[in-house]
């Protein structure tokens, strides 16, 4: 057991902090470090930087364009990411299409696709839940139905993440609506341009647009944007969403977010003192900081085994990094609230205009509180992730 | 980065797991409590036929040479069978000092006793005032010739009830809470003047209350700086905590195993329990923090080696927490889930649960760990 990292790890972290110090745009951080929504122009321009470098699709095999980085690697370049911080690459394209399709697409379906995904050519969205469908995901009833060379799709999506600048989705389908209700499911890829799509926005509870619905009436779609076998969709769906792991943890995020807790705590002065020397503020950091600490090391024991072991199946361990990852975020965007008090309260009806720059800091300290409730919602909820615990940790 | 055991390491894991398997089921435990003095000789000597009395001593001194890792393996292999015998004062606590403070004659006159199982040690420390302050020391030690006078009172001294040696803390100069002035000496148990008051702990296991009344001891009896002992006494105490941490995760390990195994057993309402939710949910919490626990223990083993003395301290610190957090929550639950039967002495799940408990309050509990982890500024 050796917690250090080789002379060759350590070196390759300060290559990427420096590529980020060097490349990543100065406005993009700040926003990042307030918690601001970011353009999409601001994304793209980033991703593309990253790309350029040839870091855009770093985990993926490197015929298709990845760096063929260990594990440990992966694990040192995703925390420097986050704690800089910079935007993560789009994971609907790079982490949950993109390896569906050079796992089990066709060569000219990864021709098509991967380069554009790499370059957010194409900005992809995730075409998963339906209103009726949230935990319980194999209930969907969005269907696809085979007239001649094409998909007749029909049917409602829900919580699609910015989907307003999505160009392409990825989108399980009923093809066999006779079939048990695993088994009759397709994956299928289209066009956000096409017609009979509506995206209609969701405001999300910090004032936010995030997430949409997507409305499908008699889209017509190609037959061959159909991924792997037809009905095999549910298997490739399992695929995507055990291939997020240890990322999910989101180490890097809440290192940074605890660097700005202290900083302001620091700065801000409760009972005539700064908050950060308020005991039971104090208590409740250290805590939070204990419990990240120990996260960090369960993901690196992750981390670990997948270098000696490969990444086969999906290590139920990640399920512990989910729950504690979102706690540990919620956490910190709580005690964020907790330092600036009062001041949480008034609505920044500038958005990001930058007008009220006195402001600045505490602006979107709120909406990020109420806007952080969702990590232990999304990707699977915190109960399902106990319930996988159970079954396939536990044998319960 | 590596979380692998060595070839070696993966050795003494069986070879500790298969001897405790055998020799260190629940029934058997309840007969050695019953032997004089609460504990196993038998099981000791077998502890020392296999080296492990001898592990963390350098092999010039007689021992193995062996690391944290080491420690670590045994103590989580003797968390997991409840093991009662005074491993962590005889070797962890008494074994530190002499490896980190004792001269080569102290060595030479107390080691191959530890190593071959002949004597145990006991580290006479907390008193009434004290509580986890370790400089925190009334007792005092004065010049008296070559050597010193002892007198005070020490309590809740682990296996100090049996122990042939007592390693005590007193105080050769200063104030009772000045951090130099502490010194640390080697007192026989039989010495004139020490009278020990012995009794069973909460957890199965025994401890005494030890007055010292002009106990004289000699020059040679004293580890290290008489005059500045505390930075001795904290890194064998940090060790301590440390192998504390390890038994606490082999305690949870083995309490989570216990409660699965009982849920998936136990029928109500013609099924078993295990197949309800808000059972499963439990399990999983607790699995949740068995693994936080687990890589805390494993920090803190790492953390040993760390350079920085105020990294190295915090980093066990932080693992304290993590550990007394963990393990009240999965003992405590280990008994809800139990229901009625975890209530009783018969189960052994409350055995687990009680050892867990008494963890905590050893050598600085959650709280007083948080306050050092956020005096020192946090870990980020």
Redesign the interface.
Known sequence: ??????KE?QAFREEVRQFFRDNVPPETRRKMIEGRHLSKDEMVTWWRILNKKGWGVSHWPEEYGGTGWSS?QHYIFNEELQAYPAPQPLAFGVSMVGPVIYTFGNEEQKKKYLPRIANVDDWWCQGFSEPGSGSDLASLKTKAERRGDKWIINGQKTWTTLAQHADMIFCLCRTDPSAKKQMGISFIVFSMKSKGVTVRPIQTIDGGREVNEVFFDDVEVPYENLIGEENKGWDYAKFLLGNERTGIARVGVS?ER??RI?ELAAKVESGGRPVLEDPSF??K???C???????E??Q??V???EG?HGKGKPNP?S??LK??GSEIQQTTTELLMEVIGPFAAPYDVHGDDDSNETMDWTAQIAPSYFNNRKVSIYGGSN?I???I???A???? | ?????TEEQRLLKDSIDGLLADAYDFDKRKLYMKEKGGWSKAIWSKLAEQGLLGLPFSEEDGGFGAGG?ETMIVMEAMGRALVLEPYLATVVLAGGFLRHGGSAAQKAAHLPGIIDGSKTFAFAQLEKQSRYDLFDVATSAKKKGDGYVIDGEKFVVLNGENADTLIVTARTAGGQRDKSGIGVFIVPAGAKGVTRKGYPTQDGLHAADISFTGVEVGADSVIGDPANGLPLIERVVDEARIALCAEAVGLMDES?KTT?EH??TRKQFGVAI??F?S???R???M??AL???R??S??A??AAEFDDAKERAT?IA?AK??IGKSGKFVGQQSIQLHGGIGMTMEAKIGHYFKRLTMIETTFGDTDYH??R??EAG???
């Open positions: 057991m050796d917690l250090a990292f080789t790890e440990v290192k605890i660097r202290k104090r208590e950091l250290t805590a900081e204990v419990e990240l600490k120990a996260l090391l369960t690196l024991r981390v670990a085994d000696k361990a399920s512990v729950i504690k109960e992730q106990r319930n615990i159970a079954k940790v536990l044998g319960l | 980065m590596d979380f692998d055991l890792v989570l699965v849920i998936k295990g197949s939710q059972l499963q949910h399990a999983s919490d699995f949740v693994e936080q626990a890589s805390m494993m920090f083993t790492m980093s932080a927490v993590q948080m306050r982890v956020s946090g870990l980020i």
